[in-house]
C-alpha cells in the first residue's frame, strides 16, 4: 500500500481559497459556476445526489436557473444561490457575497463605548417607541459583548436596530464596530444580517424566545447582560453560560462549560483541569456541557478525554475527495518542475489519483484512540447538548458517547459532521465554501447529518437541563448501589 508522505499530509492540513475565474458578476454566471463546482467539487455530493433523488435535484436545479436568469441586480443573487445550495442540507456549505472589484470591505464603525451605550440607552428608553422593547441592551456570547441600540441616525442604510461591540476576546472585533444588523419582520421575528471575522456577511432569521434570550436560527443564542429582566437569571451566570470555565455545583458536582472549541488552547484547559483534578477524580459524576458549541479545533477538547473515557474508542479514517478542482487547490504552489525526484514522484502519484476519494488509511475502517490515562473509572459523565451542537462539538459527542461513564442529555446535535475540511473557491462576486473531506467510509449508509446524534436522556429545550441532569444522575446512582448485580 502507498504510505502517506509529507506531500500527501498536505491534503488534510491545509486549506486554500483558489479562484476560478473571473466573471462580470451576472447572477446566470453565478448560478452556472456554483453548480460546477458543488457538482464536482463538494465531497458530499454523490452521497446527496443519488438514483433515488435525482430527479428531484434536477428539478431543483431547474427552478433556480431560472430565477436567477432572473435577477438583475447582482446584490440580490446571493438569496436564489443560497436557495439553491440548501437541496444538500449541509451547514458546512456556504455562499457569500465579496465586492465586485475585489477590494477589501471595510467594516462599520459606531464610536460608542459601554458607558456611554448605557448612558444614551437609557434616554432612548424613555421614549414611548422603545420604552417596552425587550431587544434593547447589553447581549453577551463567548467572546463578545454587544449593545444592541435603534440604527443610529447618522447611519447611512436602513436597519432597525443595529448591535455594536461593547467588549471582545477576539482581537480582531474592536469596541464599536458593528457585529450584526436587525430588522423587524413582525413581533418577535427578525431578518439579521450578521457579520463574520472576513467582515463577509450572513442572513439569519432571528427570534427575540424571551426578554433574556436572542436567537440565531441555526447559528448561535446571545443571551442579555444588561438591564436585567425580572426573575431571569443574574448576568454573572449568564456570562458563565457563555465563557470556558470550571465550577462546582450543588457543592459535590463538577461542571466544565465548553462553549466552543476556538476560543481557549489545549494548554489552557489542560492546566485548568489539572488545577482542579482532585475535585474532578471524587466526584460521583461529572457535568461536560457543549450546548451552543459552535466547533473549532478537536484538540482543545482532547485533556478532559481522560475524565472522559472508559476505554479506547474508534475514530473513523477519513476521506478526501480529490476532484480536479481540489487538486488544483490543495497542491496549489507545488511547482513539479522544481521538485527533487521523490516529491516529484509523490506529486505525480496524487495527481493519478485525480477524480478518486483518497483513504487515509486503506485497509481499516477507524483507528483507536486511548488517552494515555483514564481517571475514575466507576465514575459518571453527564454531557449536554442540543441542536447547536456543531462540527468539532459533534466529533467530541461522538467519542464520549462511546464510553460507558457517558450518558448524553439535551435534544438531537446539529448534524454537521459528514463532511469537513472546508475549501474556498473565488467566482468573482461570490465566494463558495464546501468540505472536501468526508467523516467516515459509510457516511451515506450511517450518517450524523442533517439530524445529528440522540440524546440518551432527551430534555426539553425550555426545561433546567442542569437541575434536571443532576437529579436524574442521582437517581440513577442510587439505583445502581441498591441493584442485587451490583
Given at each position: 500500500m502507498k504510505t502517506t508522505s509529507t506531500l500527501l499530509c498536505l491534503l488534510i492540513a491545509i486549506t486554500f481559497a483558489v479562484p476560478v475565474q473571473a466573471q462580470d458578476c451576472k447572477c446566470a454566471d453565478a448560478f452556472e459556476q456554483s453548480v460546477q463546482v458543488y457538482e464536482n467539487d463538494y465531497a458530499l455530493f454523490h452521497i446527496k445526489v443519488t438514483d433515488q433523488n435525482r430527479e428531484l435535484y434536477l428539478a431543483n436545479k431547474a427552478v433556480y436557473r431560472d430565477k436567477a436568469k432572473a435577477v438583475t441586480a447582482i446584490e440580490d443573487c446571493l438569496p436564489v444561490l443560497k436557495q439553491w445550495l440548501a437541496f444538500f442540507r449541509d451547514g458546512h456549505n456556504n455562499i457569500k457575497f465579496t465586492v465586485a472589484n475585489g477590494s477589501q470591505q471595510l467594516r462599520e464603525h459606531i464610536k460608542v463605548d459601554r458607558a456611554t451605550f448605557i448612558t444614551d440607552l437609557k434616554k432612548i428608553q424613555k421614549k414611548k417607541a422603545y420604552r417596552a422593547n425587550d431587544l434593547l441592551g447589553i447581549w453577551k456570547y463567548g467572546a463578545y459583548e454587544v449593545g444592541?441600540?435603534?440604527?443610529?441616525?447618522?447611519?447611512?442604510?436602513?436597519?432597525?436596530?443595529?448591535?455594536?461591540?461593547l467588549e471582545s476576546n477576539n482581537a480582531i472585533w474592536k469596541t464599536g464596530d458593528v457585529r450584526f444588523e436587525l430588522n423587524q419582520v413582525y413581533g418577535n421575528d427578525y431578518e439579521a444580517v450578521y457579520y463574520m471575522d472576513d467582515n463577509s456577511s450572513r442572513q439569519f432569521k432571528t427570534k427575540l424566545q424571551s426578554p433574556e434570550k436572542l436567537e440565531f436560527v441555526s447559528y448561535n443564542t446571545w443571551h442579555k447582560v444588561w438591564p436585567a429582566a425580572k426573575g431571569t437569571k443574574p448576568p454573572e451566570e449568564i456570562?458563565?453560560?457563555?465563557?470556558?470555565?470550571?465550577?462546582?455545583?450543588?457543592?459535590?458536582v463538577p461542571y466544565i462549560r465548553f462553549p466552543n472549541f476556538y476560543e481557549k488552547q489545549p494548554a489552557f484547559v489542560d492546566s485548568l483541569l489539572k488545577a482542579h483534578h482532585q475535585e474532578l477524580i471524587k466526584a460521583e459524576f461529572i457535568i461536560i456541557d457543549v450546548r451552543d458549541n459552535n466547533g473549532g479545533n478537536d484538540a482543545v477538547y482532547l485533556?478532559?478525554?481522560?475524565?472522559?473515557?472508559?476505554?479506547?474508542?474508534q475514530i473513523p479514517n477519513i476521506g478526501t475527495w480529490l476532484s480536479e478542482g481540489n487538486l488544483k487547490s490543495l497542491l496549489a504552489g507545488k511547482d513539479p518542475e522544481k521538485m527533487d525526484e521523490a516529491d516529484k514522484a509523490e506529486y505525480d502519484y496524487v495527481m493519478s489519483l485525480k477524480n478518486t476519494m483518497f483513504w487515509y488509511n486503506q485497509e481499516k475502517y477507524a483507528r483507536t484512540y486511548k488517552p494515555d490515562t483514564l481517571y475514575a473509572p466507576k465514575q459518571k459523565v453527564a454531557v449536554l447538548i442540543n441542536a447547536k451542537t456543531i462540527s468539532s462539538g459533534e466529533t467530541f459527542v461522538y467519542r464520549a458517547r462511546q464510553s460507558d461513564k457517558?450518558?448524553?442529555?439535551?435534544?438531537?446535535?446539529?448534524?454537521?459532521?459528514?463532511?469537513?475540511?472546508?475549501?474556498?473557491?473565488s467566482i468573482g462576486c461570490f465566494d463558495l465554501r464546501y468540505p472536501s473531506t468526508l467523516r467516515a467510509r459509510d457516511v451515506a449508509e450511517n450518517p450524523i447529518d442533517p439530524y445529528g446524534m440522540a440524546p440518551d436522556v432527551y430534555v426539553s429545550p425550555d426545561a433546567d437541563i442542569l437541575e434536571l441532569s443532576i437529579q436524574h444522575m442521582r437517581h440513577l446512582l442510587k439505583a445502581g448501589k441498591t441493584h442485587p448485580s451490583n
Open positions: 444592541i441600540m435603534p440604527d443610529p441616525k447618522s447611519s447611512d442604510h436602513k436597519r432597525d436596530f443595529v448591535g455594536v461591540v456570562a458563565r453560560y457563555s465563557d470556558f470555565h470550571f465550577r462546582m455545583l450543588e457543592g459535590d485533556p478532559v478525554l481522560p475524565y472522559v473515557l472508559s476505554g479506547p474508542v457517558v450518558i448524553l442529555y439535551g435534544q438531537n446535535t446539529a448534524g454537521i459532521v459528514d463532511g469537513f475540511m472546508v475549501l474556498t473557491k
